[in-house]
């Protein structure tokens, strides 16, 4: 999903204006009339997350100044981009001191407005990678520090904000690198218990012989080795959370101990002689299916319903492709920041091939890869060269003509002759064919099945507009959302196929 931006302006031709310059440079639009519209928009409980704000400095009734303190009180961090009229410098200099981001002057151009969103936007995301990173070292994350626009994880937050309320176990369940930690630190960080120890303990790290040890304690002499008392890790998280993580690689042993601890609320060390109270809240991860670890019984079957309590799991990046390119914007604005590295953005090109890869190894996986890109890149942009498995992985796009010579079928709503703007350049674009000059395609003289054309015009379109995904999605006159699955219907297809013929 594109970023939104929200135009604020009471005159109809200028909102209008700024619409169509808006979504020619690849983002969503959010239009209001008034400065009262502007703040329901960003502050409604159901309202569609706002990336940046356009911004009428005069307007009757809510002006631009008082949207601006209105932003300010209400703790919003959205960056604003104010217009205004030839001759207003005054209220530029009050509208970036009450906390603009930038301005504009009226008519603004294309380019400049697209520079300035560009770079509110890098903004914005450096800002909110930096205070993740200063909250995760201080143990204070939150659910707003969750990069996310997916609707189905949507339903994965509101179950955790719930369970963050109170001190119930919860089990965060999902594929390696998918963010069940993050999910965890924020569920502490929004609770009771956030002023008290967050403890993370990898349970499938810690040598069998030393699982015990490490998490309930032991006493100076108890082994060989054991030189001084060591308290364990319940007792370190006593009156917060205690995180195990892997939990499913626990062995046996342990899990009888681990379970006694969670009905009776105490702990007892290696080689102690009476066990200690503790008041811990548990959160535990796997990346496994733990029932099925029930059922070979390589897992208990008690602790399992002690642990079970409430299961969250978080889908994999290829099941909530839309928060990719927010992702990705996030990842650049850190790296670039880390390695002084002058990089304004991802090409349209690269962003929709990203945004098609299955990423086995989740957001993990994905950060990696932008994390290489911008150390190796050489330009101030990053392109689908940048990303080795994005080219590997690219999927076989329709030629010019089938196989007979003849042109592929293209819907009427591709007939275009606007320019798409491409990551800061305005790349001219040839006009597809009209639908009823082209014929359809065949294979071997029989009509071709109508999903196997379907997904060829899909392709064909992202080609065709440079991996613009919105103006994709608006040209065949479909959701982004429906865009995304027949997308991944398509690899998912792809994928069956190349199985059966290897059989």
Avoid at 3 to 23: G, P, T, W
Avoid at 266 to 295: F, M, Q, Y
Avoid at 391 to 396: D, G, K, L, R, T
Avoid at 433 to 459: C, H, K, Q, V, W
Wanted: include cysteine; proline fraction near 5%.
């Amino acid at each position: 999903m594109a970023a939104s931006i929200l135009i604020v302006d009471d005159d109809a031709v200028a909102r209008r204006l700024v619409e169509n310059m808006v979504q020619k440079c690849g983002y969503e639009t959010v239009v209001v009339d008034s400065g009262d519209a502007a703040i329901a928009a960003l502050t409604a409980a159901d309202a569609q997350p706002i990336d940046a704000v356009v911004l009428d400095l005069v307007m009757p009734g809510l002006d631009g100044m008082g949207v601006l303190a209105k932003i300010r009180d209400a703790g919003l961090n959205v960056p604003v981009i104010v217009q205004t009229a030839h001759g207003g410098i005054d209220n530029v200099v009050s509208a970036m001191r009450a906390g603009a981001q930038d301005f504009v002057v009226k008519p603004v151009g294309i380019e400049r407005l697209q520079v300035s969103l560009r770079n509110a936007l890098n903004a914005s995301a450096l800002k909110g990678e930096l205070q993740r990173i200063r909250h995760s070292r201080e143990g204070r994350l939150t659910f707003a520090d969750v990069v996310t626009r997916s609707e189905i994880m949507a339903g994965v937050l509101r179950i955790a904000q719930k369970a963050a309320s109170s001190t119930i176990p919860v089990l965060v369940e999902g594929e390696s690198g998918v963010g069940k930690e993050l999910f965890a630190r924020a569920i502490h960080g929004s609770g009771e218990r956030k002023s008290k120890p967050f403890v993370a303990v990898n349970c499938g790290a810690i040598p069998d012989n030393l699982v015990e040890s490490i998490l309930f304690g032991h006493e100076k002499g108890a082994f060989t080795g054991a030189t001084e008392r060591h308290t364990g890790k319940f007792v370190e998280a006593s009156g917060g959370t205690l995180f195990l993580d892997e939990v499913s690689e626990l062995p046996l042993a342990a899990q009888v101990k681990l379970l006694r601890a969670l009905q009776e609320g105490a702990v007892e060390a290696v080689g102690g002689r009476k066990p200690v109270k503790v008041d811990v809240r548990i959160i535990s991860a796997t990346n496994r299916k733990l029932l099925d670890r029930v059922k070979s019984g390589h897992f208990r079957e008690d602790l399992f319903y002690r642990l079970h309590v409430l299961p969250l799991t978080i889908p994999p990046l290829r099941a909530r492709r839309e928060d990719i390119p927010h992702l990705l914007r996030h990842f650049l604005a850190r790296f670039c920041a880390e390695e002084n590295r002058p990089i304004t953005g991802i090409s349209g090109e690269a962003m929709a091939q990203l945004a098609q890869l299955e990423w086995p190894g989740n957001i993990r996986q994905l950060e990696n890869a932008v994390y290489r890109a911008v150390v190796m890149s050489d330009g101030d942009q990053l392109g689908l060269a940048d990303f080795p498995l994005a080219i590997s992985q690219s999927p076989a796009m329709p030629e010019a003509n089938g196989q007979h010579g003849e042109p592929l079928i293209v819907a009427p709503a591709f007939h275009s002759t606007a320019p798409a703007m491409v990551s800061g350049n305005e790349i001219p674009i040839a006009p597809l064919p009209a639908a009823g000059m082209l014929a359809m395609l065949t294979r071997s003289g029989d009509m071709r099945p109508l999903e196997e054309m379907e997904n060829e015009i899909i392709r064909f379109a992202i080609s065709h507009y440079r991996g613009q995904m919105s103006e994709v999605a608006r040209r065949l006159k479909i959701g982004r959302s429906t865009l995304y699955r027949k997308l991944d219907e398509a690899a998912t297809n792809d994928s069956t196929a190349g199985t059966d013929d290897a059989n």
